[in-house]
């Protein structure tokens, strides 16, 4: 069964570089979520949208932006990257967005390392 | 503030073993209880989940038990393997009114000995 992809695997950044995560949800799912999750702790949720539209956000800081394409492929781009910031980012995709079927999917991650 | 509390942080257990993991909840908005499983480095896996109108859910060696009054779930894993080894997290979603977004436990430590 098709996953969700995520790409890069792995991002080495210098401190205040940019990053863009680029997340492909499962086919036919339309709900991408991100969560960030540091060493040794639990996922925290940034960000998702919905049909496009962003539908709730977390604690994402102001640096960072994303969005949904048309093709339901979403991108999480990072800017003035901190030492803090270093975390494996995780995206998830689920057929609807709240309501029966919210089962979420996570992809493999991408571990993002800030020098 | 941690809204869904976990415990033990970690557990050993003996092949053939129950392991048991316990979460505890304070917003009663949550509607939407799941478990995932993750292996170092790679994403969580959703093993099973359950709803609030049901006090148990049995998938295979996995069962959740929920007490909807107590606001606490469970996972119990029946003849726990080698292969169970790795990280349990517990999560909560109030899936209805808020889109979906879960909120995590702090994670189990699950070490199965052989």
């Known amino acids: 069964a098709a996953g969700v992809i995520q790409s890069p695997r792995h991002l080495i950044k210098e401190k205040r570089e940019t990053a863009t995560l680029k997340c492909y949800p499962i086919p036919r799912h339309d709900t991408v979520y991100w969560y960030q999750q540091g060493p040794g702790q639990d996922p925290q949720f940034l960000i998702s949208?919905?049909?496009?539209?962003?539908?709730d956000k977390g604690s994402i800081p102001d640096r960072f932006s994303a969005q949904q394409f048309s093709d339901y492929h979403s991108e999480l781009n990072m800017s003035s990257l901190e030492l803090g910031d270093s975390a494996l980012y995780f995206c998830?995709?689920?057929?609807?967005?709240?309501?029966?079927?919210?089962?979420?999917?996570f992809g493999p991650g991408t571990r993002l390392t800030v020098l | 503030q941690q809204q869904v509390k976990q415990s033990p942080q970690s557990l050993i257990v003996q092949k053939g073993g129950i392991s048991i993991i316990n979460c505890a909840y304070e917003?009663?908005?949550?509607?939407?209880f799941p478990w995932y499983q993750q292996f170092p480095g790679k994403g969580p896996a959703l093993l099973i989940a359950?709803?609030?109108?049901?006090s148990e859910k049995k998938e295979g060696r996995f069962t959740i038990s929920f007490n909807k009054s107590a606001k606490q779930f469970s996972l119990h894993i029946m003849d726990s393997q080698p292969g169970d080894s790795a990280t349990y997290f517990c999560a909560a979603g109030a899936i209805y009114n808020q889109g979906g977004k879960l909120i995590f436990g702090q994670g189990t430590e699950l070490s199965v000995k052989p």
């Open positions: 949208f919905y049909e496009k539209m962003q539908s």
């Open positions: 998830a995709s689920s057929p609807i967005a709240g309501g029966v079927g919210n089962e979420q999917f």
């Open positions: 359950i709803r609030p109108d049901v």
């Open positions: 917003n009663t908005a949550f509607d939407y």
